[in-house]
């Protein structure tokens, strides 16, 4: 029976040390990520709308803020590909060509203000 309690205590420390250390290792740390639905754009002002389901399936508006270096790709199916690393290889676009209904992924830069990476998923009307 005592044996039994060390052991659910062990294995509690390990659990919270894993959770810890994943935590401490989080991809977002080095920038956020949006995934979500344009609602509009203003290239000329860099700013995007975008139609997000966030936390705890709360749906909310984001404005996202686009650095004038952003860069802009879209990410297609190959049905053709035998690389399952290059199943959806990106294709350089401009921003002009985004319209309100594409689905894109946005990474933030490091300091969370500005866009530096955006991915169309799906286009609008696909």
Do not use: W
Not at 4 to 25: D, E, N, P, S, Y
Not at 49 to 63: I, K, P, S
Not at 68 to 95: H, I, N
């Amino acid at each position: 029976m005592m044996r039994m309690r060390v052991m659910a205590g062990v294995m509690a420390c390990c659990a919270v040390a894993t959770l810890a250390l994943g935590m401490m290792a989080s991809p977002s740390e080095a920038g956020e990520r949006h995934a979500g639905t344009v609602l509009s754009i203003d290239p000329d002002g860099r700013l995007l709308m975008l139609d997000e389901m966030g936390a705890n399936a709360v749906r909310r508006t984001q404005a996202i803020r686009l650095s004038p270096s952003v860069t802009v790709l879209r990410s297609e199916r190959d049905v053709f590909a035998v690389d399952f690393d290059k199943l959806y290889p990106t294709v350089p676009m401009e921003l002009s060509d985004l319209r309100p209904g594409d689905f894109v992924v946005i990474e933030m830069g490091d300091n969370r203000a500005e866009a530096t990476r955006l991915v169309v998923t799906l286009t609008a009307g696909s």
